[in-house]
């Protein structure tokens, strides 16, 4: 998984600013700083809003969806990141709230500050009114009675393809080619409506056909999802035929249980007597035989899976290669753990390159830390002691 | 570029340019668009001239207000401020006006506009977003509430359609 980037904060900020550019540019040349334009769909006349969100909704989609079957992205892992959970009942109660506002105001949230950037009072109107009952909300949202609509019918992170009982793996690229076929199915149909409705339109009203670029984009789109699923088809075959674990080294993982725990999935195979005894810290004790009960194909992505056998893992186990993450296994097994954190390290000769001595310290930071330890081992006896009489004096704020 | 302010994009392709900005922003930092944030943190910038205390005091504005997500909505939307200047001035579309149908007033309509932001603004929050943040994005990450969410938004808006007639024809 290459995708989201996530760049540190102050670039995300410049990219936030490039991104809002073309989000605001595209917004107005799509006739979305005119409040006319935008309520227009509401009469049945001009289905522009109607045809420029669902298309931009389709691509964006369609994006993520080949980046996944290119193994640049994950597209649940990326939904997790990116959307807030479902909280179904504000949620439909305040869309019919927002649609009410919307018809009201002539804008939305967002086409409001384009409004007011290409100089609508009105659009500046709105933004002033979103400002007041953003605060409103949130001054109500966590009171005692209103919090409890505030988070009713909460269904955690939520997907189409869970609603529809898919699997997690192929789910998101078949809710996404239905997901298509309709959204261009509707483009047919309300292109339809516009040309039996523009008889006894508005004169105001302005539709904007397809035309030959309409016709094009939905060809584009129709490819696209058909890719996605084709793409779907060959990276699980490869996925599941010649998955082999990663190896992971010792080291490499004792630095992870340090600095990111929380990334790391450590599932111990040996059987339970061995695990209880000692195990890596965080690890869970499933015996191999029992790894089918962790339900590893719909688990989370998230976390890497890290396999630690007895001794080297001679293949993948079937329940593993169907975690849709990461996975590992540890290089030769517990027993090269033991030895490598469970261990005092041999000290260092003396008059050994510094190297060695770094990476003894190392060892024995490990090893003290894995085995709970209070004192880490002896210091390496020092190559040559310089001696010499310590400078008198040396400044300082004591003198 | 010729100016001519009637002049649109093709919608289909406006939407798939959409598309493409929006699927950069999800490749880039994770997340989608966003506009409603924006809003709430110049309300608590404004709550934090008159009253400090208070927005420390009330959970849902304090968190706001430390959240870096939401500083970044921010500059995403100063950036679409910036973009819709330049799109509006290089399409003849910039100019100070109001926008209504023929048969009312421009207070009327400035006051609708108004008591319509107040309502899509708390429908934003109780949502955990709006049109961009969570019809658009959440709608091409095919989440429930996204989905569930945007036919709410058009249905509130046609069911609402007939008595705001006057507003608009």
């Not at chain 1, 009469?43 to 369609?62: C, H, P, Q, R």
């Not at chain 1, 695990?275 to 690890?283: E, F, H, L, T, V």
């Not at chain 1, 050994?352 to 894995?370: H, K, V, W």
């Not at chain 2, 400090?52 to 500059?75: D, G, N």
Request: charged share 15%; hydrophobic share 50%.
């Amino acid at each position: 998984m290459t995708f989201p980037i996530l760049p540190p904060f102050e670039l995300g900020l410049v990219a936030a600013v490039l991104i809002g550019f073309g989000f605001g540019f595209v917004l107005e040349r799509a006739g979305f700083g005119r409040a006319n334009k935008l309520a227009a769909q509401f009469y049945g006349e001009d289905m522009t809003v109607f045809k420029v969100m669902f298309s931009a909704i389709v691509t964006a989609m369609l994006g993520v969806v080949l980046a996944s079957a290119l193994g640049l992205a994950d597209f649940k892992a990326l939904a997790d990141h990116a959307v807030s959970g479902t909280y179904l009942v504000p949620m439909v109660a305040g869309g019919f709230l927002l649609g009410a506002g919307f018809i009201v105001s002539g804008y939305c949230p967002g086409t409001s500050f384009v409004a007011m950037a290409s100089g609508k009072l009105d659009g500046l109107m709105t933004v002033l009114g979103v400002i007041v009952g953003q605060v409103l909300w949130a001054e109500l949202e966590w009171r005692p009675g209103f919090a409890t609509f505030h988070n009713a019918g909460d269904l955690g992170n939520f997907y189409l393809w869970e609603l529809f009982h898919l699997s997690p793996r192929s789910g998101p690229y078949v809710v996404a080619l239905a997901v298509t076929a309709m959204a261009v199915g509707c483009f047919v149909g309300a292109e339809k409506l516009e040309r039996v409705l523009a008889g006894r339109s508005h004169p105001g009203a302005v539709p904007t056909p397809a035309g030959r670029p309409g016709r094009f984009v939905f060809a584009g789109l129709a490819v696209a999802a058909a890719l996605g699923l084709v793409g779907l088809a060959a990276p699980t075959v490869a996925r599941e035929g010649g998955r082999a674990p990663t190896g992971l080294a010792p080291l490499a993982l004792a630095r992870r249980v340090f600095d990111e725990p929380w990334k790391l999935r450590i599932v111990d195979l040996r059987p339970m007597e061995a695990c209880s005894a000692k195990r890596i810290p965080g690890a869970e004790c499933v015996p191999q035989d029992k790894l089918g009960t962790l339900g590893l194909a719909d688990a989370s992505p998230g976390r890497d899976l890290v396999l630690v056998g007895a001794a080297e893992l001679p293949a993948m186990p079937e329940a593993a290669a169907a975690y849709p993450g990461r996975v590992y296994a540890l290089e030769g097994g517990f027993a090269a753990w033991e030895a490598f954190a469970l261990t005092p390290p041999a000290p260092p000769a003396p008059g050994a390159p510094a190297s060695d001595l770094e990476a003894y310290r190392l060892r024995a930071g490990i090893q003290a830390a894995m085995t709970g330890m209070k004192a880490a081992p002896p210091p390496p006896v020092p190559a040559a002691a310089p001696g010499g009489p310590r400078k008198a004096g040396g400044g300082g704020c004591s003198g | 570029m010729q100016r001519n302010p009637d002049k649109f994009w093709n919608p289909y392709l406006a939407g798939v340019a959409l598309g493409l900005v929006l699927f950069t922003s999800f490749l880039v930092m994770g997340s989608g668009l966003g506009a409603s944030g924006a809003s709430l943190r110049a309300g608590i910038a404004a709550l934090e001239v008159f009253a400090p205390s208070h927005v420390a005091s009330t959970p849902s504005l304090a968190r706001a207000e430390a959240s870096p997500h939401v500083t970044w909505l921010v500059f995403e939307i100063f950036g679409a401020l910036l973009g819709g200047v330049v799109a509006a001035y290089t399409s003849g579309r910039l100019r100070g006006e109001v926008l209504k149908g023929p048969r009312i007033g421009n207070g009327a309509r400035l006051a609708l506009a108004l008591a319509g932001g107040v309502l899509m603004g708390a429908a934003a929050k109780m949502t955990r977003g709006c049109t961009s943040g969570q019809a658009l994005s959440g709608g091409a990450l095919l989440s429930v509430g996204a989905w569930a969410f945007m036919f709410s938004v058009f249905g509130g808006g046609y069911a609402l359609a007939w008595f705001l007639r006057r507003e608009w024809r």
